[in-house]
């Protein structure tokens, strides 16, 4: 990864403006989910718009342009359209003459997948650089009169450039996993078009398997907990992130959550906090992180890589 961005709505949405219609307080919200606010749009931009100003932060923060880029994956599962995706629409306004482009929907780990294909591509040769996207206007897929989901979810984009190149570790092979038999407890219906989540069993779920596919990425990467540097999970809720950390056995000090102005953005999560952690200095180049996600399905991952990691002369 050698370039990061991020964009979020300016419209911000605090808890005390769900105390005028929703049984629940500022202080329950927080005490339970550890979010304070979160954003939506509202109208005046499109998920689009929010996407393309992540993908050029990240390029301006890569040095590269839109035509340096050979493909675009984007992962969401609420695009401004049915169909085309979102992918082609960003390709086309970067200016990436053509570059193949793909929308990816696994959910909240959709980042990782998008992340693991783009990896792939450029290990086999086919692909020299890379942007891998997570955007998600989830406001648009939220029931306002759930208390159990609405505080929860929110909008935002951010994107990162993944390049090939020779280094000492770069992107290690990544964890993906998934079981369908679950599927009923974190849904959204074709007709009704809203979220419907068993929130305790998601969270069991989630903690379990983030941490499983995170020892397991250790693992392959030849690591330990010891070697992580920043430790980022799926910015669900911040009891979900504190249980994973303290089940890997990772210090607080190491562990980057966001949660409590963010909230939950799904597939742009882990790309926010990985912006965010290194906006706030508590990520720097060559820092070894530990990524992990889980979402509907379900379907989760993990992964182990060095952050801007230098190429190596003469590669």
Known sequence: MIGIGSALPEHIVSNKDFEAYLDTTDAW????????????????????????EACRNALEDAGRDGADIDHVIVATFTPDRLMPGLAPKLAKLLGTNGAGAIDVNAACAG???????SAALIESGRVDLALVVGAEALSRVTDPS???????????????????GEFDHGCSPFVLASDGEHGDLLYAEREERLLRMEGQE????????MVEATREALRRADMTVDDVDVLIVHQANQRIIDA????LGVPEE?????VATIANTSSASVPLALHHAELAGALKPGDTVAL???GGGFVWGAGILRWKERVHAGA
């Open 292 to 294: 992990a996600a889980f």
């Open 244 to 247: 994973a950390a303290r089940r």
């Open 146 to 164: 759930d208390r159990g989901t609405a505080i929860l979810f929110a909008d935002g984009a951010a994107a990162v450039v993944v390049e090939a």
């Open 202 to 209: 998601v969270y069991r779920h989630a903690v379990e398997r």
């Open 29 to 52: 919200i927080q005490r339970r989910t550890g979010i304070r606010e979160r954003r939506h749009l509202n109208g005046s931009i499109e998920l689009t718009d929010l996407a393309l």
């Open 111 to 117: 980042f990782l997948y998008g992340l693991d294909q």
């Open 254 to 258: 190491k562990v980057f959550a966001n």
